[in-house]
């Protein structure tokens, strides 16, 4: 019995924490268009992209339930996913499209179904919250202004569910190849 309550003890901090998230994903400016860089080894695990606008609290949108944080306060909102398959002998389903390299904001990729598009254009001033993939995939906030501050060459990436840090392209690909293996 001691053994099993000590088992108990020592399982509960364990699944009270959880990794930091694999960073997968990157934003970036491509030409003039907020643009998410998806890692190459990746791209199998990210199947869908959404991105979310703290909305003014006039705004006539209805209140989202669900909003990124668990908040029930005004989000609009563009999401868009692959569509799913059948695992064989599963009930699961799993994505029917592997994620492209790059999903222009608020442009739907080849193959994928929007399914949120209360978000059609991303303004000036507005802080804007993105997320995207399967299980343990981090989140990133921007504004447009923090994009085209980037050096060429350089993207956004999460480090940990609430951190992020500019980094060079090549280095976000390398470490997200770390992350794959």
Known sequence: MAGAVLASATLIPLSACSPDPDPLF???????????????????????????????????????????????????????????????????????????????????????VITRDELTELREGVEYHLSGGLGKIGSLDFTLARLRELPPGDVLTATGYLEQHVVPEAEFQAEARKHCD
Request: charged share 20%; with cysteine.
């Open 26 to 112: 990157a934003l970036a400016m491509v030409g003039d268009r907020a643009t998410v860089l998806i890692a190459e080894c990746a791209r199998a695990q990210i199947d869908y992209v959404a991105v979310w606008e703290r909305a003014d609290p006039a705004s006539p949108v209805p209140q989202q339930p669900g909003a990124p944080d668990g908040r029930t306060d005004k989000w609009i909102e563009w999401h868009v996913e692959s569509p799913r398959k059948p695992v064989p002998s599963s009930t699961l389903k799993t994505s029917a499209v592997d994620a492209p390299a790059q999903v222009t904001l608020l442009e739907t990729p080849p193959g994928w």
